[in-house]
């Protein structure tokens, strides 16, 4: 930023440095190779935290690349981690233990929880969290199902956030899938639920939350609603530099969010 | 694979390898650089047998890239060639005979031939072909127009189908475009006519057709359609990875389809 | 091209070389890294003009990298140049001089001058074209307001059009922002609005403007109403090739243009 210091001076438009816990972005990789990966920390390593494999990729990514981009990430204070839909897999065939521990021996530190298309009780959600904090991996989990229209009741989402961070997750996610039409917090055209957002702030912590949002005009509703402390998920990998002009009022659609009081 | 192995035991999941005459993906490029190229085989090569040099864009690639992209191709296992449009291009101009000498000279050793832009008679379709396998060029054709909004009748697709391999095509190809939207079996909202696709697979051989099908919900409807058999045409670069969890079950889309009867 | 030379003897597919002041190609570019850049130019550099570092990317880009950047695309007989946002929020803050002088200090040639997010009468519009150009940058103006959806009537355009370049700019952009939905000539779907283009053309220089047109729809319109003169900008970096084979008539939706009369 510094050759711009000359007439850089509006302090709305910086942001704090990593590590953070608040305002984090956390990218969706479908496929990245070597350069492009290595192009994607190059330009934009101090904007992001967290690199999702999306769904179940890392399964079918050569060995040395999975492990070549965990290094090269964690050398950048980034952290990947395989989609949950690789953990539902595994977990659909008895093998979460089997999972999390080939997860450690490539080295990720993070892995996620979810239960998108299967179904899990809170208690073997509760135990699935537990086992893989006891195995020494962090974790983020994922509330609502890849093929409902719609996210869970307010109530119904609270159990389950609570639930999960009283057994030792780090975040919890509002699923919004890669396309972030007509699920979760989306309509059928992508526009957030603004009402429901609103109401969920009232009685959550955003530090604890990621709100998947691969399209800008969700981007822009969760930076007005919940402002510079959102932590956005699913950015498209291409889309980081994008988003990041948005969470500075570098683009248009936010350009005069930081001047509101 | 390996490394995911100890709890990788579900055989649904795995996929015969290359070479491979069903099951397969053919690939669309729009003008993918060295390095984009070296990182899509590098991650990829394994699930990729065809890669499409989308429309016109070989004859503006430059040459030592052409080369080089043809080459490394090669030695994937992977096959490239221009998409039909350029072959249009070289027809009405009267130089068949040149385009596929040329493309001999470049190390191609696939062409495809159609006649989605100009109009070609069956016999002089017939000539094309037998003229592109005397040369020695594997034929993959096309059967569609780029400007109508369906596919052709069962009876004069099958009519071009029986007559097009007959003459030495290997495969051929329902049109589907760069974007699988009012055109071929997709409608204006790319979802795919299953009755007409029904009929067809009552009377053609899966393994000599590929489905352009450039989107996740058109892949994912002709998977369950025709299942782990489907050859997959269109398949945008950045995507491969993405279908080919499709494919086996690790994305929410086909989580379950492998466990139906 | 001269690998196809054989065949390839239709003169209305071929193009002008750079430099040139019509036909041109202007991009955007919204963070690639360097092997995606140096891909790009690898691949296509000979059918570029312009590159637009998107919103205020360049802001957020590490100094090394946009060094770099702009001198291989220099080497190519390519121009950089941030976008008009980036303009914006350094006028806002009082610091056009500083921004422009910031600009040369990094080997930036061309600056976008724009007040899509911000107001600025004529006059101020004139003295911030007039300091750059006295500092000895080359100017690109643009039209148009990010917010509203629709173009500024026939002779309000004209207005602020010939005042830029009495002012000293070298092109006009027509707004049309990253998307091309409901904005400047497009309307809500990204159809262009063809009775105000053939009216402004009327009565403006083709050699003049450029036509924001990330669209491929939007490409083959104005291709059809301007032909082979017409300056296009905003292309998606990815989308070069398929953007030079719509002006070669290399692919199905201009196909025959060339050959209507």
Partial sequence: MSGWKSFWTDQSRQRESKPRSVGINSLIDKGLGYHAFQDLLGIAAEHIDFIKLGFGTAGITPRWLLRAKIELARQHQISLFPGGTFFEVAYRQGDA?????????????????????????????????????????????????????????????????????????????????EHGCHVGIYDVHGHVQTNYVQELLTQIDPAKMIWEAPQKKQQTALLELIRSKVNLGNIP??????????????????????EQK
């Fill in 97 to 177: 233990q089997a999972y999390f521990q080939t997860l450690l021996s490539f080295g990720f530190e993070w892995v996620e929880i979810s239960d998108g298309s299967i179904d899990l009780s809170l208690r073997e959600r509760g135990q699935a969290i537990t086992l893989a904090r006891r195995l020494g991996l962090n974790v983020i989990t994922e509330i609502g199902k890849k093929t409902e229209h719609k996210a869970p009741s307010i109530e119904e989402f609270l159990t389950i956030y609570q639930h999960d961070l009283a057994h030792g997750a780090t975040y919890v996610t509002m699923e919004g899938r």
């Fill in 237 to 258: 990998a291409n889309e980081i530099l994008a988003v990041e002009t948005l969470r500075r009022g570098l683009r248009s659609d936010t350009f005069f969010l930081w």
